[in-house]
Every structure is written in C-alpha cells, then in structure tokens.
C-alpha cells in the first residue's frame, strides 16, 4: 500500500504565513472600522442635539411661534437639506413646519421636560422607510407663551455610505494582504528550502563509483548545516567502509589465488602420467597441507569480519595474568627450543577479559616473536600496571625495522620482506587479529623499538 503523500510543507506554510497575516489585516481593519463608526454616530448625534439647542432658543427669545406660522419660509429654505428631518408645531395640532424630504416614519418619544437639557441618552435611534438608519430627539419649549414641540433627526445615509465603502476597503486589503503573503511567502520559502532539493539530488546521483562526491555546505542556511554536514559525515563513512571491503577483496583474493594455484599446478603435473600410489599419497599429503593454509586463512578472515560487527562476542572474565603468561610460555616452550630460544615472563594483576581472545592476541604475539627473532635470543612477556587499566608487553631481539614498516605491521596482509622469504606460513593476519581482539575489548595494540634490535608489542587493557 502506498502512503498517502503529505501536502507539501512550502504549501503549508504559505498558507499559514498568509492566515495569520489575513487576520492581522483583518483585525486591525475591524478595530479602525469600529473607531471610526463610533465617532461618525457621536458627530451626528452632538449636531441633533446642538440644532434643538439653537431652535429651542431662537423660539423662545427672537422668534415666537405666532410670527413663524405667518411666514414659515424663512426657516424652511433655512432648515432643507437632504439628510435631515425638522419638525415644529403645537403639541397634538398640525405642524407649523415639517421637513421631511425622505419621508421618513420616526419613533416614539417620551415626554420631554421643558427646561432640561437634552444629552445623548435623549436620542432614538429609527429607519427611514428605504433602510437608513436614523437618529432623532424632540423636546417642548414655550414660544411666545404658547408650547411648542420641536423635533429634529439625521438620516445617516452618507455616513452609511462612507462607513461601507471603508468596508469595501477594508475586505480588498485584507485579501491583498492573504494573496500577497502567499505569494511572497512561497517564493521566499522555495528559495529558502533550495538546499533540500540539492540534498535529494545529490543523494539520488550517489552510486558506489561517486562517494567521493560531498554536498557543499557553506552556502546551506544554518538550519540545514547540521543536516548537510551529518550528510557528508555520513557519505565519509560509507566511502571509508566500502574502500576498506574493496580493498579486503581485493587482498582476500590475491592471498587466496596463490594456493589455490599451487594446488591445481601440482594436480595439474600429477594428472599427466600415471602414478605409483606412493606418488598420491604425497600428492594429497602436500594437496593437505596446502587446503590447512587456505582454511587457516579463510578463519582469519572470517574472525575479523565478525569482530568488525560484534561487540557481543567478548565474554568477559577475571584472569590472573601471571597465569596467562605461564599457559602461554608453556605451550610455545617446545616452538621456542627449536630455535634456541628462552621464554621470560614477569609481573602479575588480574584482568576482566575474555579469556580465549587474549589467549589469542597473546599467541599471535608470541608466535610472531618465535618466527621472527634473532635465534638463540630471550622473548620476554610482562605484566606492567598502567594509566587506567593493564599493560601486557612481548619484547624480542631480532633484526632492526624502519619506522615505515613499524607503521604498517598492524596493516591487513602486511607482511615484512623476512616473513616473505621465509616460506609460505604467513599471511599478514596475526597482527590485524590482535588489534581488532584489542578494539573489541576497548584498548590497544601498539610497537615500539626502544632500543635499535628490541622490539616491544605493548596491549593495553583498560580497567573500566
Ligand atoms: N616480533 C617481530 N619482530 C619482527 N618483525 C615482526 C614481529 N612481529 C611481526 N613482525 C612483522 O610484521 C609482519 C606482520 O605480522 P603478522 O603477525 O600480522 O603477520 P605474519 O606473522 O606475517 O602472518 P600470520 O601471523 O598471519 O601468520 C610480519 O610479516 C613481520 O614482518
Ligand atoms: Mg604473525
């Protein structure tokens, strides 16, 4: 089943980034809005209210009622505007003036006390007939000795007017706001998240024959460095990994074509001409021995490939170094004779390591020193307490080596010049299982010559 794709991040962003700019606008819109409509509505309602003023006073002191109901044009033509309403007249009698271009219907008032002076709260807010709202207020003053009722209101329809066309604005910049975001927001984030893509093709265009190849990360922005440098670090291993298993083949198969052409040559010869059977069996004798070297060597690959990958392998254990020492010189004693040769082994401590192993790091050492010392000298084995953990050291006398070939004695398949010549029993392995036994255990194997003809393999075992 296939997953099912996530919407793309930049998307997602985009749209995001361009919300919340949206409701910002949005807002900020809304709150100018409202101020704004606020201070229109006071406007008009403080003008009602100051025209009732300035009628109630012209009414009552310059223009008595009697004299406006003989000649009401002079306020009339005074009073006519569009937007508002002006009605005077007695209480309960046909209006002395009426101004009412719009016709509008306007609502109920309480009664009015005469000499108050009217406030906000004395406002009513109505409609006009066609919808527009409108704000209104009446009042009884005496006119020449008589009560008369004034009334005034404003239409609000230009204010309505104004107010919605700043609406329209308002929704026009806030969807400026969302598409401009959007598109400013997703062409700054395609820019941004570039070195991802880059990352993807260049991961696309690795194959084994282009490790070498690293993603350039200064330009990378320093969210993504972290990524593009565990990248490279990444493709450093692989690249170190897979020229060491190059390498190791190529090597396994050069050490491993020797033999096995041995082997054929000498069937090969053999297979010519009938044999008397003592001829065979020296021929399988030697075929043997030839098979023995080749298994001995596929083991060692087969040991160091496995303790490459595995940590579990070491099965710890206290040992008693002076113990250790003694098996060892005890099982090459008989090796050691041969060429004349003493084992020496002095110090004690006791060790948690796996037994076999160091039995075999001890071994490879000890058979290296038989094999490769001056004869008739003394191989010494010592127990040395160091810095954090146990020093264990084998030193021989034998022929003086370069620096150039102390540096490679650990190599896989190294094999110095005298091994060469001396026959076919070395494959350059002995050391290279010593060190990966050393890893495993967490220490390490090294060489010194302290003196020119003394050589010392140290293994340090550390504590913890
Ligand atoms: N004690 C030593 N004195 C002098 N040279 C040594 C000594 N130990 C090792 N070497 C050199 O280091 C090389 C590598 O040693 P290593 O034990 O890895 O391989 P080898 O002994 O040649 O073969 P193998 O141990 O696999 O049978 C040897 O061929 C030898 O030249
Ligand atoms: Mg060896």
Redesign the pocket.
Known sequence: MRARRQPSLTLRSTLAFALVAMLTVGAAGLYLYESMKASVLMRSDHAVLARLDHFRKLLHYELPVEKLRENPQILKNMLYSEDDIFIIGEPDQQPVIRVNPLNATLPDFPETNTGATLSVDDLRSGVTASGAPLRAATLITTSGGREVRLTAAHVMSREMAMLESFRQRIYLAVSLAFLLTALLGYILLRRGLRPLREMAEHAANITPQRLDSRMDSAETPIELQQLSDAYNAMLDRLANGYQRLTQFSADLAHEIRTPVGSLMGHCQVALRQSRSEDEYQALLASNLEELERISRIVE?ILFLARADEAQSVVKREPLSLHDELQRIAGYFEGLAEERQMTLQTSGDGTLKADPLLLRRALS??V???I???NEGSEILMRVVAADGGWQIDVE?Q??V?SDE?LRK??DRF??????RHQGS????????IVVAIMQLHGGEASVIQPKPGT?R?SLFFPTA
């Open positions: 060692s490879n050492l058979a290296n020193a094999r490769y010392a021989n034998g022929p080596l070939t004695v650990f190294y094999r110095g010049d005298a091994s029993d070395s494959y350059g392995l002995g050391l290279t050589i393999f």
